[in-house]
Each structure stands twice: as structure tokens, then as C-alpha cells.
């Protein structure tokens, strides 16, 4: 059977279900969101890789047989965000749940088959593209940090159990660091500095060139078509809800240092995003 498998992982808050979405609207091809359970995954990094393209030889499998295979999803479809809108605390409910997902088109045995997982596919890297083509997603850090703020996942507590579970030396720094923004600004570098290392240009994709281009840089990254015309999209960066001293704590720090995010984002986009952040203060 001719496989065409699609690794796709980023930055958690990046944009990469978005990219899920789109790539799931092309022709013959289908997007599964977090459809692994990421604990189950030996630890060692070949055997995680090996199992990873197990698990896409039988979500191929099943689909041929069945047209559903396991995704996260919310009513039957992959949504653009997991998250609802924030209520009165400024939290973000998460509405996407683990199910079956249905292919909405007819599939042809070259058809790609796209699985997305961050952590724990950014954590096997440099095993993982020596067996799988790989694209990445990236967002400004600021706008990244400012959205683990108000969603109920680990990262908010600067923690990433998929990563550290097959990773153990960022395990042992995170363990080790009692300071949670500290902790953020560590796994944020963790994401910047693997696609870094492991990953060409034209393998990562930064989520505003994306939605700027109405999903055309990734269909060209991914070899794909969409069926039909795609929803207009637009860049949601400024909607910060981070509080101001937060935000702007965070932007001192990245902009002290030398992060691994200055390879795709210029210091003046960073400095626009808290500039917007500090005229709107108490609107946003």
C-alpha cells in the first residue's frame, strides 16, 4: 500500500489545530487531531518513532475499512480552536473531546494522512524526520505565552507531560525550577530550539503567514489542495488576555535573551504586540 504520512506538530497554542483543520479540507487527504494517547508511548525515542508509524498504518487501515479513525474533535469535525470563548475569569473552556472522525470525502490509496501531536512528536524530533516528513508550527512567543494564561492545559503551569515523559532531561529542569513563568519561558525555548535543530525553513511555518495567506503557504508545504474555497482567516495575535504586568514581564524576558524564537519573529514584533496590549489595557 503506498503511504503519504504527515507529521504535523508546533508550538501547544500556535496555531496548529488551525493547520489540522485547513490540511483536513484537501483533496484526498485527512486530519487527525491528538488522535494518540501520548502516555502510551515507549520511552525510548526510536521505539516511540516506531510505534508513531504503527499507529498510522492502522489508522490507514481503518479508514480503507471504515472511513472513521480516532481524533480529537468537536461535533464530529476538527475544529480551528479547541478552546471556547473566555468567560467572566478570562479562562477558556475546552471544548474538543477524543472520538471517532468521519472522512467527509472519498479516499484514494495515495491519500495523506496528516496526525498532529506537539509534545510528544516535537520531543522525538530528531528520530521522528528521519522516518516521516515533519511540518512545524510557530506563533510570536508573546502571543503564545499570553494564550497558555487562560487555558486549562499543563503548559500553564509550565509543564508538558508528553514532552518530559520522552524527554528527561527537560523533565529534570522543570521539576527542578520552582518558578513558573521561568518554566514557560524554558518550554517555550524547549519548541523554538528543536525545529531549530532538526527542521529545514521551508519545514516550519509561522501561523501568521498562514492565516495571512488564507491557508497558502501550508498547502504548498504539505503538497495539498483544498476542496473548495477556505473561510477567511484572521490573525487573532492581539487578543491578549494575559494581564498587562504579565505580559509585559514576559516580553522583558524575551527580549533580554537570545531565544531560539528569533530565528522566525523580529524584536519589533514582539514590541508591537505589548504596545497594542498597553493601549487597550482593560478592553481586551
Wanted: proline share 8%.
Amino acid at each position: 500500500m503506498i503511504r503519504n504520512d504527515l507529521a504535523l506538530t508546533g508550538i501547544p497554542r500556535g496555531g496548529t489545530t488551525l493547520a489540522c483543520q485547513l490540511l483536513g479540507r484537501c483533496r484526498d487527504a485527512i486530519a487527525l487531531f491528538e488522535p494518540m494517547v501520548a502516555a502510551n508511548l515507549p520511552t525510548a525515542p526510536q521505539a516511540a518513532v516506531a510505534a508513531i508509524e504503527a499507529f498510522f498504518a492502522e489508522c490507514r487501515e481503518r479508514l480503507f475499512r471504515e472511513a472513521v479513525a480516532p481524533s480529537k474533535q468537536n461535533e464530529g469535525r476538527v475544529p480551528d480552536n479547541p478552546f471556547g470563548e473566555a468567560d467572566a475569569a478570562g479562562q477558556r473552556p475546552l471544548l474538543a473531546t477524543p472520538g471517532l472522525l468521519r472522512a467527509t470525502q472519498p479516499l484514494g490509496p495515495r491519500f495523506t494522512l496528516v496526525i498532529k501531536h506537539n509534545a510528544a512528536f516535537t520531543a522525538v524530533l530528531p528520530q521522528l524526520v528521519a522516518s516521516l516528513p515533519v511540518l512545524a508550527v510557530v506563533r510570536n512567543p508573546l502571543a503564545v505565552l499570553a494564550s497558555w494564561h487562560s487555558v486549562p492545559l499543563p503548559v500553564r503551569e509550565g509543564r508538558v507531560p508528553a514532552g518530559e515523559r520522552l524527554d528527561p532531561e527537560l523533565a529534570r529542569v522543570l521539576v527542578s525550577e520552582p518558578d513558573r513563568m521561568r518554566r514557560q519561558l524554558h518550554v517555550l525555548e524547549w519548541f523554538f530550539a528543536r525545529f531549530a535543530m532538526e527542521l529545514d525553513r521551508a519545514q516550519v511555518l509561522r501561523y501568521e503567514d498562514i492565516v495571512a495567506g488564507q491557508g497558502a503557504p501550508l498547502f504548498a508545504a504539505a503538497g495539498l489542495q483544498p476542496v473548495g474555497p477556505v473561510e477567511a482567516l484572521t490573525i487573532r495575535n492581539s487578543r491578549l488576555r494575559a494581564p498587562l504586568p504579565v505580559l509585559s514581564a514576559f516580553a522583558e524576558a524575551l527580549l533580554a535573551g537570545q531565544g531560539s524564537w528569533r530565528r522566525w519573529y523580529d524584536e519589533s514584533e514582539l514590541v508591537r504586540l505589548l504596545e497594542h496590549a498597553r493601549a487597550h489595557a482593560g478592553s481586551i
